[in-house]
Nanobody, 115 residues
Framework: QVQLVESGGGLVQAGGSLRLSCAAS????????MGWYRQVPGQQRELVAIITSGDSENYGDSVKGRFTISRDNAKSAVYLQMNSLKPEDTAVYYC?????????WGQGTQVTVSS
């Protein structure tokens, strides 16, 4: 059974930084991409950042230049360094792992940015 465990969310003031971590456990045949999405109540889940097995990175327009995604293949982990946080970054952040056969989601971690 695949599990994704997220950590690193919390409350931070505008302009501050947080680092999210997500570690996958269980058997995943092959990881093609790992990424982060976020969701605000009443809105659709949106892409924050994604990194492929070839280390190609893609970011949502609103976070470009402020957030950085990285991965540790040996640990089946993905990280999101978030700098210069803004109140509009407040959301539940979800980790996603895309394997060859299926995709998996974490339980979400709350990020709150106060003004």
């Amino acid at each position: 059974q695949v599990q994704l465990v997220e950590s690193g969310g919390g409350l931070v003031q505008a302009g501050g930084s947080l680092r999210l971590s997500c570690a996958a456990s269980g058997l995943i045949f092959r990881i093609n991409a790992m990424g982060w999405y976020r969701q605000v109540p009443g809105q659709q889940r949106e892409l924050v950042a994604i990194i492929t097995s070839g280390d190609s990175e893609n970011y949502g327009d609103s976070v470009k230049g402020r957030f950085t995604i990285s991965r540790d293949n040996a640990k089946s982990a993905v990280y999101l360094q978030m700098n210069s946080l803004k109140p509009e970054d407040t959301a539940v952040y979800y980790c996603k792992v895309v394997g060859t056969l299926s995709a998996y989601w974490g339980q979400g971690t709350q990020v709150t940015v106060s003004s």
